[in-house]
Antibody, heavy 119, light 103 residues
């Protein structure tokens, strides 16, 4: 059974940093690209970042470029999202998601972790 | 940048009825990259349709997708109580704003 378990969310002040983790199990982690998708309270879905199966390529949404960094550790079957210079508008539930091969379509999602940026 | 516009914003129907949800792209997109998701309150999205018309694993056959170019449709043939939820279309890194399917 595919499982994605996010952690690391919480309350952080504007300008602060946070690292999210997503532990994957139930599939060959090294064979699939992984993405982070976020959802602000009461709003729609926004794709944030993707990392290829082997660690490249890496892409970011314009809204987070230069502030967020995605990485993955194949020994830990975990994908990370390092977030810095956080803003109020980054407040959202952050989901990690497994991609279908060759397309940015997400066949499995984690339960999400809430990040709140507020003073 | 491609914009996806979903309509209607809210669709009010009853169990047993047929639901037709629309997703229109601002420019032609490849059907290979078009997906539909269902999201219920407090839950993560669930993949329903990929490649515009292929059902994801475990998705009932009352869900079907169609379309090409700029116009795509998600059809639910006979609504079950558990189908009332939010629905999003997606093309690559862009999501539509969602359609709320309510009783």
């Amino acid at each position: 059974e595919v499982q994605l378990l996010e952690s690391g969310g919480g309350l952080v002040q504007p300008g602060g940093s946070l690292r999210l983790s997503c532990a994957a199990s139930g599939f060959a982690f090294s064979n699939y690209a992984m993405s982070w998708v976020r959802q602000a309270p009461g709003k729609g879905l926004e794709w944030v970042s993707v990392i290829g199966a082997g660690g490249t390529p890496i892409y970011y949404a314009d809204s987070v470029k230069g502030r967020f960094t995605i990485t993955r550790d194949k020994s830990e079957n975990t994908v990370y999202l390092q977030m810095s210079s956080l803003r109020a508008e980054d407040t959202a539930v952050y989901y990690c998601a497994k991609q279908l091969p060759g397309v940015r379509i997400f066949d499995y999602w984690g339960q999400g972790t809430l990040v709140t940026v507020s003073s | 940048e491609i914009v996806l516009t979903q309509s209607p914003g809210t669709l009010s129907l009853s169990p047993g009825e047929r639901a037709t949800l629309s997703c229109r792209a601002s420019q032609s997109v490849s059907s290979n990259y078009l997906a539909w998701y269902q999201q219920k309150p407090g839950q993560a999205p669930r993949l329903l349709i990929y490649g515009a018309s292929s059902r994801a694993t475990g998705i009932p056959d009352r869900f079907s997708g169609s379309g090409s170019g700029t116009d795509f449709t998600l059809t639910i043939s006979r609504l079950e109580p558990e189908d009332f939820a939010l629905y999003y279309c997606q093309q690559w890194g862009t999501f539509g704003q969602g359609t709320n399917l309510e009783i």
